[in-house]
């Protein structure tokens, strides 16, 4: 698994032993990008990956010119393979760690945001549960988002993307077995008082 492009290209991203992480694989990961640059939303953005498993996405997005990354991820073999590929990059002052639930983490996630993209690649049942949606749907309450932010989410080609309260379907992408599901955020927060 490498860094399908920008400033990191091509540098090696160590992945825990077994099959509890399942790492969006470099061929969805280079047209995620491909789409979200074209779309200009990466350069200079606040990025929040959730069930970051190994960082590849938020890695990936630092690469291409992201400005900071906000990793939540609770599972240990994840974390210790996290923290190797941050320091190999030597992104450690632009990429936070928040080792716990996206749940437990939401309070804190808030204090981090607002975030202009977030990238969620769950582990698939926790999708056709409702959990993920009703994480992103309380991150979404919560102000964590910016009033344009994009979601991309990735579920099993055979489940339906679900619906997030406070974000809107954009469009999916298939890539075999996964899919990628696109949001925007759906409703405008007032900001403050204009002169």
Known sequence: MRITGGTYRSRALRAPAGHATRPTSDRVREALFGILSSAGVIEGSRVLDLYAGTGALALEALSRGAAQAVLVESARPAIAALRENIAALGVEDRARLLTSSVDVAAPRIVREGPFGLVLADPPWPLVDTGEVARSLSALVRAGA????A??????????????IE???????????????AFYKTAILRPGPPRD
């Open 166 to 180: 406070g974000l809107a379907h954009r469009q999916g992408r298939r890539y075999g077995d996964a899919t990628l």
């Open 145 to 148: 988002l910016a009033h344009d």
């Open 150 to 163: 994009w979601v991309v989410l990735e579920h099993a080609s055979r489940s339906t993307p679900p619906a």
